[in-house]
């Protein structure tokens, strides 16, 4: 059972105070031993009267509903949704209400992003309310409130309600109702399959577990991309051949995911990272270190120990990241590795190449697609990408295949754009970013923006109080003592878990994410995700009223400002539900602020 009392609007006023409060205290607290019962009387108590409180209220005002066709569900359980539970579920012909029930008068951001959160949730990922096209709406309802006004908190897409004000908003629904009330039995039949996170999509590949048919992925061309890669495999092992298969997508679009299900749905394959935190953490995460595997100790096994790794399908990631050979200190770069060993002895290989755009941030990366150019010269190699061949001269063939560039993010839920606005934001086209920001508020992807980073904290631990989400703050490399925080070292080789690790998977550690003690890095979270991200921005990016101005970049880089530039770029796309941007409120920053708040008017936290 996923939810603690539901019935018709009948059933609910012929309900008794004290069955309704049993019921729901029973679902809520069924796990808690007698000791911890015992510890959280307060807090149960708090919440007995908060139910209390809005069982009351609901029942005062539908006594004039009384033969509306109409069902609640009160704390419905968001099934993989990390034990979050809105208050109350109001099935109405058409529409579905989600109400968050407030028996004080003064809420904050968290409190209107919470409501917001399990609208979109709702919305996108309930497969009855896809089946039927429900309206879903959510209203912050502040029980005890006096103010007549119903109000529209457009920044929030969900309606700020008072008890006077409630039925406003139920005669507006049924005005403009449609079709059939839906019973609480159907909603609660249907599936909820919400966007798994990246890590979580890794455990279900590894486990050979269903993935969800999700909405995203199912309005992406993720199958069609997939589906082209094996038949490229399978090519190359019918004619004995040899294929480089360069598969583009821009953050959050599907690339890991992609890489990881090749890896393990197909024999004789191998996915390789130069990304060490992102072998690391998903190397803990998945307790296998066979099925993700360092680049740098697979180079190292060929080039010092003389030892031919057999695999004959290698995913390389983040294949526009590889090192030249200046930054591998040899006469061969790290593509020239890859397909001397995909080549080495064997019949037929495939090299699989993942590219990610604005993602080069070490030294060495600034290369980019033309060292596998180089590498596959004289190789007798086949070139399969999506767009034209402008710079792969030296393929022996090249195929252009329609699905090998993943369409949309996934990351971000409904907002597939997200991605295109930071892009237009850092490379200085504003007007861009101001149309690309504009369906975010109705694709329920909140940027909010702050001057104050304890406000920043507080707001994040209130929006998911006791969930299991991820949140914490990142930041950029460089300039480290600007930091209002102190930065997650990279830790000593033989001390596990590295520092990086913990702060994704070890919530005792210091440096956990959402312990807010220490900010990640680019390089630490590069290739991984939170739920919600503080990017601690600073005085090293800096717009000065038409363009940015870079400080304390990488000396030896070829394009310093451009690795700062993808150094934000890496920091705004790590978060799944929201992001907040906290400007320190410094001189050098002024500009900066103006443009966030003013230009793309962002709401200020």
């Known amino acids: 059972m996923n939810y603690g009392w539901k019935g018709s609007i009948r059933d609910f006023l012929q309900l008794p105070l004290n069955d309704f409060i049993q019921t729901l205290t029973s679902y809520v607290y069924s796990s808690l031993t007698s000791q911890q019962w015992h510890d959280e009387q307060e807090k149960i108590q708090s919440q007995q009267r908060a139910w209390k409180d809005c069982f009351e209220k609901l029942q005062g005002i539908f006594k004039n509903y009384n033969d509306l066709d109409g069902w609640f569900i009160f704390e419905y359980s968001i099934l993989r949704g990390s034990g979050r539970r809105p208050d109350v579920l109001l099935l109405l012909p058409g529409h579905v209400l989600v109400i968050e029930c407030k028996s004080y008068n003064t809420v904050n951001a968290a409190e209107f992003l919470q409501t917001s959160l399990y609208v979109r949730d709702i919305e996108h990922y309930h497969s009855t309310v896809l089946q039927h096209a429900l309206k879903v709406t959510g209203v912050l309802w502040l029980t005890n409130g006096d103010n007549p006004a119903l109000f529209a908190r457009q920044e929030y897409q969900i309606y700020e309600a008072s008890i006077h004000s409630f039925p406003k908003l139920i005669n507006g629904l049924l005005k403009h109702g449609n079709g059939n009330t839906i019973t609480a039995e159907e909603f609660l039949a249907g599936t909820y399959e919400p966007s798994p996170s990246m890590l979580e999509a890794a455990r279900a590949i590894l486990n050979n577990e269903d993935l969800p048919r999700i909405k995203a992925v199912d309005s992406s061309n993720f199958d069609d991309v997939y589906n082209t890669i094996q038949s490229v495999i399978e090519e190359a092992r019918q004619t004995n051949s040899h294929h480089l298969i360069l598969v583009s997508g821009e953050p959050g679009a599907g690339k890991t995911f992609l890489g990881l299900k090749i890896a393990h749905a197909t024999q004789n394959s191998v996915y390789l990272s130069g990304n060490g935190p992102l072998v690391e953490v998903l190397q803990d995460t998945l307790n296998n270190k066979t099925f993700v595997q360092s680049l740098y100790g697979y180079k190292r096994d060929y080039l010092q120990h003389g030892k031919t790794p057999q695999e004959q399908i290698i995913i390389f990631d983040e294949a526009q990241r590889a090192w030249d050979a200046q930054k591998m200190n ?31 941030i070490h030294l060495g990366e600034e290369s980019g697609l033309s060292l596998w150019n180089t590498a596959i010269q004289n190789q007798g190699i086949t070139v399969h990408a999506k767009h034209e061949n402008r710079l792969f001269s030296n393929a022996e063939r090249y195929e252009q295949h329609e699905h090998l560039h993943l369409n949309c993010s996934l990351r971000s839920h409904a907002a597939l754009q997200y991605y295109s606005f930071v892009n237009t934001m850092l490379d200085g086209d504003i007007q861009s970013a101001i149309n690309y920001k504009q369906p975010l508020v109705q694709q329920r992807y909140p940027v909010l923006i702050t001057d104050n980073l304890e406000k920043a904290k507080t707001n994040i631990q209130g929006l998911y109080n006791g969930d299991q989400k991820t949140f914490g703050v990142i930041c950029s490399s460089g300039a480290d003592k600007l930091k209002a925080i102190p930065v997650v070292p990279f830790g000593e080789r033989n001390i596990l878990p590295k520092p990086a690790t913990a702060y994704f998977n070890y919530s005792t550690s210091p440096y956990y994410c959402k312990n807010l003690r220490y900010a ?32 304390y970049t990488k000396k030896d880089a070829k394009n310093p400002e451009q690795m700062k530039l993808n150094a934000y770029r890496v920091l705004l796309t790590r978060g799944r539900d929201a992001t907040i941007i906290y400007v320190p409120p410094k001189q050098k920053l002024a500009k900066t602020w103006t443009l966030l708040t003013e230009t793309l008017q962002f709401p200020i936290l």
């Not at 939170?530 to 600073?538: E, G, K, S």
């Open 330 to 360: 040899s006469h061969l770069s790290e593509p020239d590795v890859i397909i001397q060993i995909a080549k080495a002895n064997k019949p037929w290989s495939v090299v699989i190449g993942l590219i990610g755009d604005g993602q080069e």
């Open 520 to 551: 990640a890095t680019e390089f630490q979270t590069q290739g991984l995700e939170l739920d919600c991200a503080i990017v601690h921005w600073d005085e090293d990016l800096c717009w000065n009223g038409s363009n940015w101005d870079c400080f």
